[in-house]
């Protein structure tokens, strides 16, 4: 493996001049198609964008917004922004056209660039500030007022593929970021209903893409299957651009693709570093890994000396053949990973690590590497980046508060959030709950906002119980919700379990209540589901393929999302 030489490097336009240099020739993304796309195709493209920027009057600072699937022309057009000095403005691809207006109209973007099936779902009308709007698929100009740009449109057809050389020194005039210097605008909805803009300067992308390198070092052509959105900050940060600059070969799927896919995706191309969401990770384990798994009796003959052995290797080796069997490690991050999972993985002795983290970070708080043995834990707060506990309960948990240099400038043209969420020294008020322990490891307990408070002054987490209830048998997912002063579990199926068995309501209930009752059996007497309701629609997810738990907040489940039986 060999590794890009850094040490010149003082901000991404310098990261891109290197990769470009020394990886001329190699492969940089392979499409869903089959489609090889070079590092100097990408060169030459950059150029191309520059130039359109000139004509648009795209100044230094200004927004250019990105509206698509993962694709190698999303990520060149995400490396050309940022090389040009302007404002990089990634949506999620999940937003409806609603809140889609609202980010441009707020980030004041000059030109969006946008995949063909966002667009037709748009009003151009809506979007009458934009100096252009262009076809991420072809670079086609799908709406302008400005004539210069139809001219970039016509001469880009007959625009040569430059050579090496001239292409070098035109990178020279790439702009050159100070540490402060707003680089991503990231829209993240919170708590709020309105979307909140992330102002991330080159900082916080310099300081998490040089962490990634030093605990998980990539060389030139390794593999990397991109199965986060690009849109998302986790996605962004780690998948395509730590992986662009190093230098690797990042494959690309098709958007939406289904797990078989992304399986064979794994198997096929053997990425040496794989990165997604705990929720993905949780139903290819429950692809592979038997029903039985988190019973009693097969995890004591598990544990004994050497059949235990035996079978241990036989159900590591069946997990790890479906990620390729060629990682480093598999990362998961975005959301906290399944504690009874997570123990499993660890028993048969699995590669995996964990990553804390959100948005206002530029992705990473803190980190824990595949040799820590500290399991339930999400790592030790990485380089630059304090963790405090505050408003500790009784049991020891308290908010989580972090302050470091890879923190946001604050939230775009919205200066009365972004002093509320900076107290006067500093600190971030994250909304997670948490506690450190005396080697300062963090462990994550779940959201301040999702606590549920019973009759007696109870609270309780939901996200514990609906860990423990997703790895109950023939259990997709669930949602822990509180009705008439009750905890109500909201249960999905395994979709397997729903295709290979035709059950009548009294069968189902009758498993699902099995399922209830063994949660319960775990749980103090104050903490205890009363009832359960079948979700026969798959839940509605967010971005990081979580449940989107405010659509269940005040539903009528009997009648709406769910079904009670």
């Not at 262009?134 to 040569?160: A, D, G, H, K, M």
């Not at 993240?188 to 102002?199: D, H, I, N, Q, R």
């Not at 198997?267 to 384990?285: D, G, S, T």
Request: hydrophobic letters at 40%; proline letters at 4%; aromatic letters at 10%.
């Amino acid at each position: 493996m060999r590794e890009l030489d850094w040490a010149e490097a003082a901000g991404l336009s310098d990261l891109f001049r290197i990769v470009f240099t020394q990886c001329w020739e190699h492969v940089a993304f392979t499409e869903a198609t089959g489609t090889e796309v070079r590092y100097e195709e990408l060169a030459n493209t950059v150029e191309q964008l520059h130039q359109l920027f000139v004509r648009a009057g795209v100044r230094l600072g200004d927004r250019v917004a990105l509206l698509g699937h993962n694709s190698a022309h999303w990520g060149v057009v995400y490396v050309a922004t940022i090389a040009y000095g302007a404002i990089v403005v990634p949506i999620p691809d999940s937003e409806k056209p609603k809140v889609i207006y609202q980010i441009l109209e707020h980030s004041e973007s000059k030109i969006l660039f946008v995949s063909e099936q966002f667009w037709e779902a748009l009003n151009e009308f809506r979007l009458s500030s934009l100096q252009a709007i262009i076809c991420l698929q072809n670079w086609s100009i799908l709406n302008t007022v400005n004539t210069s740009l139809r001219e970039w449109e016509q001469r880009r057809l007959e625009f040569p593929v430059q050579d090496k050389s001239w292409l070098l020194e035109r990178m020279s005039h790439y702009y050159s970021h100070t540490p402060e210097t707003p680089v991503v605008l990231a829209y993240t909805s919170g708590t709020t209903e309105s979307p909140k803009g992330v102002l991330l300067a080159m900082r916080s992308l310099m300081l998490n893409v040089n962490y990634a390198r030093k605990v998980i070092p990539l060389g030139v052509g390794d593999a990397l299957v991109s199965v986060l959105p690009y849109s998302h900050i986790y996605g962004q940060v780690f998948d395509l651009l730590y992986g662009f600059v190093s230098g690797a070969h990042i494959y690309v799927l098709f958007s939406s693709p289904t797990l078989p896919a992304i399986c064979e995706a794994f198997m096929r191309y053997r990425p040496c570093l794989i990165q997604m969401v705990p929720a993905l990770f949780e139903r290819i384990f429950k692809s592979v890994i038997p029903t039985w798994w988190n019973l009693p009796l097969p995890h004591l003959l598990l544990s004994t000396p050497l059949l235990g052995d035996v079978f241990r290797k036989r159900l590591r080796v069946r997990l790890a053949k479906l990620f390729g069997n060629n990682f480093m490690t598999v990362v998961l991050g975005g959301t906290p990973l399944n504690p009874i999972i997570e123990d499993f993985l660890s028993f048969i002795g699995f590669r995996y690590s964990l990553g804390y983290g959100l948005t206002e970070s530029g992705a990473l708080v803190a980190y824990r590497t595949v040799a820590s043995g500290k399991k339930r834990s999400v790592g030790i707060p990485v380089e630059g980046v304090e963790v405090a506990i505050r408003n500790v309960d009784s049991t020891g948990v308290g908010t989580i508060f972090i302050r470091g240099a890879n923190l946001m400038l604050g939230y775009f043209e919205n200066m009365v959030d972004s002093k509320a969420s900076f107290d006067e020294e500093g600190w971030l008020d994250t909304g997670d709950l948490g506690y450190v322990d005396k080697n300062n490891y963090l462990y994550v307990r779940g959201r301040r906002e999702n606590v549920l408070s019973l009759e007696g002054g109870v609270l309780v987490s939901p996200e514990e119980l609906e860990s423990l209830m997703n790895t109950m048998p023939h259990v997709q997912d669930s949602l822990v919700v509180k009705r008439d002063d009750e905890l109500v579990v909201l249960v999905q199926p395994t979709q397997e379990f729903s295709a290979r068995r035709r059950l009548s309501e009294a069968e189902l209930f009758f498993l699902m209540e099995r399922n209830r009752e063994r949660v319960n059996s775990r749980q103090e007497r104050r903490v205890q589901i009363a009832r359960v309701q079948i979700q026969y629609l798959p839940f509605e997810l967010t971005m990081k393929q979580n449940i989107r738990r405010k659509a269940y907040l005040e539903a009528d489940l009997s009648k709406g999302h769910a079904e009670q039986i």
